[in-house]
């Protein structure tokens, strides 16, 4: 957005990215040619390497996580050292060179899980795994550089984030590439947990809405109000991919698995004027389209998974 045609012309963009098992430089094609974007491989725990990059940056916008997605429990050391030691490196180096500011990109599943209704952002912190949780505790260290030092931190938490280049190890694209190939796919417990879903292009309007416009010390969430149990969701795909339930399993369920989340954005929408543009059936019915259409992007990153899980495809 920032380096599109309708982004300001001043404005240069590096990416820090240490490009673990879902990150990519594929994605970054669109803007390699442009003498604005700079592309660096490295660590955000690398004090070293943060450093020398906030000395020629004025703004933060954090959106590097560690996630154990098709992972063992393992996985959990991995994400308390990159999102809250990770995040913590970072907000020092902003804080060293005194950053105008540090939008701090955050989860809904920071909440935990919500029986009714949706989460305001004045509701506690409740996250039930160990990744929720370091998430949760990234949030809360970045809130504290505001409130202890003066730094302007923006925090934002999303719902379940879809569309375009995502990694085929999510739901969705996992779904999309099984069902056109008419392989199975497996649904966790009974079907029932509850999700809202936003398209990419809405998430990101939301961010850059908080980066410009937001307000220090403050958490915005982003949501899209498309609430989707797991099965609903799987009806649509089976829809869009041609398939039907007898390509549904049903497994075991995962642990810390919360029920149903969902945001009240109530507060981005009446401060800054979000809406979401994307809908539910024609987002889905585009992303559908860029996985079948784009098999030269995904089949490589299930190749690299699939060698570094020492399976032959990507665990479900």
């Known amino acids: 957005m920032l380096l599109g045609p309708s982004g300001p012309p001043d404005v240069a963009v590096t990416v820090l990215d240490n490009l673990t098992h879902c990150g990519g430089t594929t994605n970054l ?10 592309f660096v491989h490295g660590d955000i725990r690398d004090a070293d390497l943060v450093d020398g990059l906030l000395a020629e940056h004025d703004q933060v916008v954090h959106f590097a996580a560690e996630s154990p997605a098709g992972r063992p429990p393992a996985g959990a050391a991995a994400c308390v050292q990159t999102n809250v030691l990770g995040t913590q490196t970072l907000l020092d180096a902003a804080l060293r060179h005194r950053a105008r500011r540090f939008v701090h990109i955050s989860s809904d599943e920071v909440y935990g899980s919500i029986r009714h209704g949706s989460w305001p952002e ?3 912190l409740r996250p039930n795994s160990p990744r929720a949780a370091s998430k949760a505790a990234a949030d809360l260290i970045a809130l504290a550089y505001h409130r202890a030092h003066g730094l302007d931190v923006r925090v934002t938490r999303c719902a379940n984030t879809y569309g375009p280049h995502q990694h085929p190890a999510k739901v969705v694209p996992l779904f999309i590439t099984r069902l056109s190939e008419g392989r199975p796919v497996s649904l966790h417990g009974d079907g029932h947990h509850v999700r809202d879903w936003i398209h990419v292009d809405d998430h990101v309007r939301g ?3 908080v980066r410009a416009l937001g307000r220090p010390g403050e ?3 982003i949501g899209a109000g498309n609430e989707l ?4 969701l799987t009806a649509l795909l089976l829809a869009a991919c041609g398939g039907d339930w007898a390509l549904v399993r049903f497994v075991k369920d995962r642990t810390g698995h919360d029920g149903r989340c969902s945001v009240d954005f109530t507060k981005i929408r009446t401060e800054l004027g979000f809406t979401p ?3 539910m059936s024609p987002g889905l019915a585009e992303t559908v389209d860029w996985y079948r259409t784009h098999r030269s992007w995904w089949e490589p990153l299930l190749r690299r998974a699939a060698q570094e899980e020492g399976r032959k495809r990507v665990p479900l």
């Open 219 to 221: 958490v915005y969430n």
């Open 122 to 124: 004045t509701d506690p």
């Open 229 to 232: 149990s797991d099965r609903e």
């Open 29 to 38: 094609d669109d803007v390699r040619g442009e003498e604005r974007f700079t």
């Open 277 to 279: 543009s994307k809908g």
């Open 207 to 209: 961010v850059e809405l």
